[in-house]
């Protein structure tokens, strides 16, 4: 069973910053690619941002650019989203997510979610 828990969220002012983490329970946890997504009120889930298995490559939906970064310590079995200049329209609920097996990346399709964790940022 695989499992993806999502901490980290709160409430922060225009601005500011937040951490959110990843722990996954993925038994090869370096052979996977891993990606963050969000989903705000009434919108559909969209994507965030992506790390390959090594953390050598990443990919950026374009409005975080430059104020968010993703990372991983395989190590610990976690990833990591740093968020920067935080807006209100970052508001929304994110979550952590992999795909079923090993995959080229960037991944097409992720299997596993994790319950997710809210991101409030208020003007």
């Given at each position: 069973?695989?499992?993806?828990?999502?901490s980290?969220?709160?409430?922060?002012?225009?601005?500011?910053?937040?951490?959110?983490?990843?722990?996954?329970?993925?038994?090869?946890?370096?052979?996977?690619?891993?990606?963050?997504?969000?989903?705000?009120?009434?919108?559909?889930?969209?994507?965030?941002?992506?790390?390959?298995?090594?953390?050598?490559?990443?990919?950026?939906?374009?409005?975080?650019?430059?104020?968010?970064?993703?990372?991983?310590?395989?190590?610990k079995?976690?990833?990591?989203?740093?968020?920067?200049?935080?807006?209100?329209?970052?508001?929304?609920v994110?979550?952590?997510?992999?795909?079923?097996?090993?995959?080229?990346?960037?991944?097409?399709?992720?299997?596993?979610?994790?319950?997710?964790?809210?991101?409030?940022?208020?003007?």
């Open positions: 069973q695989v499992q993806l828990v999502e980290g969220g709160g409430l922060v002012q225009a601005g500011g910053s937040l951490r959110l983490s990843c722990a996954a329970s993925l038994r090869t946890f370096s052979n996977y690619a891993m990606g963050w997504f969000r989903q705000a009120p009434g919108k559909e889930r969209e994507f965030v941002a992506a790390i390959s298995r090594t953390g050598i490559s990443t990919h950026y939906e374009d409005s975080v650019k430059g104020r968010f970064t993703i990372s991983r310590d395989n190590a079995n976690t990833v990591y989203l740093q968020m920067n200049s935080l807006k209100p329209e970052d508001t929304a994110y979550y952590c997510a992999a795909p079923g097996v090993p995959v080229p990346f960037p991944p097409s399709k992720y299997t596993y979610w994790g319950q997710g964790t809210q991101v409030t940022v208020s003007s």
